[in-house]
């Protein structure tokens, strides 16, 4: 067993890959910033046992999902400011087509696509970590993948 | 594509402002540490960690051969069957009374699944569970064993599982294994009120006479079954895209065909959770690896969409969802996957459609189409049917290729202004349609939306623009070929004259005899390459010149082509063609702009024709 780390060190190993999942997902920085906050904080104060660093990033990734999921549901009541997202980041003009296209989808399409294609979860793991059954995760990345291809197909292509 | 929303996924990253406000605020609920739950998210998070497939197969042993509780451990190779007690088993299930030698009841009456071992997992029809119950009920068990036998793991191997479950106060589940040896186990379990776990309750043993059984149960499934894990092809409506661009456009003879084809295909056995997910070659980790779909839907209560997809690495994913169910929950009720050998599948597919009679084009049947073909030579409005046909069955079946983004395009490619060009356009309904195929091997689809405004007439917007990589040449020889066709059966036709008159009717006429040859040459040849086509209605000034052009076909008919010149530069023409009545019909009509300064200047000082005054002025104007 594993006992959670210092505050500082879990954020600079796992603060990018949770904030991309954040921003990703609830598509406002502030959000974001916030999402990404709560889980920390929540890592600290429930200080959990990991049996190895792989859970332990599973972990955080699960709390932030959730925390995004929550985030979002608020949102549907509660408006928010759109924003230019991936300005100010090194990112090409021709790659930011498909990540426009990633946030577009659908919450439940979106974040195994993110844990798959840019976390390089397995989908056993992706299922774990979203709580859901292996076939679930396996539909949800089928049907997401097809809905991504189709829409950057047709809207950043 | 994977790596391309990697690449563009990896470059977010945290601001370090944002970084430490958070490591900040970290740190002081670390110092602050209180041990509260506030959303009990945690408590059901799980290791990611990777489960070793061997447990599952160490797991399936074990429920296979629960009955026969092993005494050496898993792993030995000395079994020793173990009968439970056996009044706990029910006397209904094993009544001789229904089913003289069948001892676990009557098939007809269960609800079972049949496993073959055949990758179908017990999806049979109900005619061949009809079959297999009948089967089953008079097949002879033999007698229960009462005595221990030893059994190895290769006697054990399971050819057959048949499954059901027994009531529901509580749920009995019953399942019979059948040994390669003809060794049968029946087994009865139901849940552990106390840990939730299936418990054995129960077991008996048979031996049976395997071959007899084997041939009786793989008669009636080669007899009365669908020819594939999906179905058979040939008794659905399905559409199959090979991503040609044509989105399962085939003719009906065509789908006889693929549903043989797919009929016969080895889909091999549906594969494992664990061999499918994980495994690089599923072409689940690049997104554009799929190669064809293929789509049904079943039932209608509620319709079940039926989706196969099949990827480049060989990897097949079936899957069926309920599409009304408006809910945010999943409705995914199948999922299969299968290892094909994609090579065999694509040749076949392949093959096949290539040989589509009604081959259509992705811009759809050009045999429908009321198209005018511009060739890179002459513009094509009339042709004969049978030069239609063949030109029509030409754009059905060219190689279109693969759509493409403007940025494959080579620098050249984009910025060469003078190249050759067939084109062809149509319209359809509030559409028009425009298709150029360019000289230096890519092909322009061009659509554009046609709106009615009161007032102003139709206003023509752009709607779309797509690229396709095209062989030129085999375009520009297959279209040469066939023109030569046309030229070949289109009548003799010889110039008899040619008149310029202005519009007063009032003829007009080069001052010398050159003149008037060189004003015949003129509007022969010249004229027309001034005359750039149209669409606009919009007609603002009045008639100024008219250009008539008569030509002697064969049979004493004419063809005559009127042009009706505007001062804003309008020009409209007329064609018409003496019918086999005698009477002269319009055949064509097309709408073009001229630079009506630069034409009069040509009349006037290259030809020496003699204008009317008033336009003196604007041909002064003339540089």
């Known amino acids: 067993m594993q006992k959670c780390g210092c505050a500082r060190e879990a954020v600079e190993r796992y603060g990018d890959m949770l904030y991309r999942i954040c921003l990703l997902s609830l598509r406002n920085t502030a959000d974001a910033e916030d999402a990404v906050q709560e889980t920390f904080i929540k890592y600290v104060q429930k200080s959990p046992d990991f049996s190895d660093v792989e859970h332990e990033k599973a972990w955080l990734i699960t709390v932030a999902t959730n925390k995004c999921r929550d985030m979002l549901r608020y949102r549907t009541r509660h408006k928010t400011e759109s924003e230019e997202l991936l300005n100010g980041y090194a990112i090409e003009k021709e790659e930011s087509g498909i990540l426009d296209a990633l946030m577009e989808l659908p919450e439940k399409y979106k974040t195994p696509l993110m844990l798959f294609y840019i976390d390089q979860y397995k989908l056993d793991e992706i299922s774990d970590i979203m709580g859901i059954s292996l076939s679930a995760a396996k539909m949800r990345l089928s049907r997401g993948r097809k809905l991504l291809k189709e829409k950057y197909r047709k809207e950043y292509m | ?623």
Request: with cysteine; charged share 30%; hydrophobic share 35%.
């Open chain 2, 1 to 623: 594509m994977d790596k391309k929303l990697k690449n563009a996924a990896d470059k977010i990253r945290m601001p370090e402002d944002m970084k430490q406000r958070i490591i900040s605020a970290a740190e002081l609920a670390e110092k602050n540490h209180v041990n509260t739950d506030n959303d009990g998210y945690i408590e059901v998070v799980s290791s990611a960690e990777r489960v070793d497939s061997r447990r599952g197969i160490i797991r399936t042993i074990s429920a296979i051969a629960a009955c026969a509780v092993l005494v050496g451990g898993i792993g030995t190779t000395g079994f020793l069957l173990h009968r439970h007690n056996s009044t706990q088993m029910s006397g209904s299930e094993v009544s001789g009374t229904e089913c003289r030698s069948c001892p676990f009841g009557d098939f007809s009456e269960f609800d079972y699944r049949f496993d073959a071992g055949d990758g179908k997992y017990g999806r049979y029809s109900a005619e061949t569970y009809t079959k297999l119950s009948d089967f089953l009920n008079k097949f002879n068990w033999g007698e229960e064993l009462t005595e221990y036998e030893t059994r190895t793991e290769e006697q054990d191997a399971k050819v057959y599982h048949i499954k059901w479950t027994r009531g529901d106060t509580p749920p009995v589940d019953c399942d019979i294994y059948i040994s390669v040896d003809g060794f049968v186990t029946y087994q009865e379990s139901m849940m552990s009120f106390e840990s939730g776990a299936m418990e054995t309750i129960g077991s008996k043993c048979y031996k049976i006479d395997f071959d007899a059984f084997n041939s009786g149960v793989q008669e009636i499934l080669a007899q009365a079954d669908a020819p594939t894990p999906f179905g058979d092809f040939s008794e659905f409506e399905y559409s199959l895209d090979a991503q040609d661009g044509k989105f399962g456009e085939y003719s009906a003879e065509t789908y006889a065909k693929l549903s043989d084809f797919l009929n016969k295909f080895n889909w091999g056995v549906e594969l494992g959770m664990s061999e499918a997910e994980n495994d690089d070659e599923t072409g689940l980790h690049d997104l554009f690896y799929e190669k064809y779909t293929i789509t049904w839907t079943k039932g209608d209560t509620p319709p079940v969409n039926c989706n196969i997809y099949v990827s480049k690495t060989g990897y097949v994913l079936y899957n069926e969802d309920i599409e009304y169910l408006e809910t945010d929950e999943d409705h995914f009720i199948e999922c299969r996957s299968y290892r094909i050998d994609f090579n065999a599948f694509d040749s076949g597919i392949q093959a096949i459609i290539a040989e589509d009679a009604n081959n259509v084009s992705p811009f759809g049947d050009f045999s429908k189409l009321d198209y005018i073909l511009n060739a890179n030579d002459a513009k094509y409005s009339e042709l004969s049917d049978d030069v239609r046909a063949n030109l029509s069955d030409f754009l059905n079946n060219f190689n279109w290729g693969e759509e493409i983004s403007d940025d494959q395009l080579s620098e050249e490619e984009k910025n060469r202004s003078q190249m050759n060009l067939h084109s062809l356009e149509w319209r359809s309904e509030d559409k028009l349609y425009g298709l150029a195929v360019m000289e230096i091997g890519y092909a322009v689809y061009n659509v554009q939306k046609v709106t009615y405004v009161k007032g102003y007439g139709e206003v023509i917007e752009p709607e779309s623009v797509q690229l396709y990589r095209v062989d030129y040449e085999a375009f520009d020889k297959g279209i040469t070929e066939i023109l030569a066709k046309y030229k070949a059966e289109a009548p003799t036709e010889v110039f008899e004259r040619a008149k310029l008159y202005y519009a007063t009717a009032d003829g007009l006429t080069p001052i010398s005899d050159e003149g008037v040859i060189g004003l015949d040459d003129f509007l022969l040849n010249d004229f027309k390459e001034m005359l750039q086509p149209t669409r606009s209605d919009d007609i603002v000034g009045g008639l100024v010149y008219g250009v008539d052009l008569v030509f002697k076909l064969d049979d004493n008919k004419m063809r005559t082509v009127d042009y009706f010149i505007y001062t804003d530069g309008f020009v409209e023409c007329n064609e018409c063609e003496t019918d086999e009545n005698g009477e002269m019909q319009l055949t064509n009509t097309e709408k073009y702009k001229i630079d009506v300064d630069k034409l009069e200047s040509v009349l006037k000082d290259e030809i020496g024709v003699e204008l009317p005054e008033y336009r003196e002025i604007n041909i002064n104007k003339v540089d």
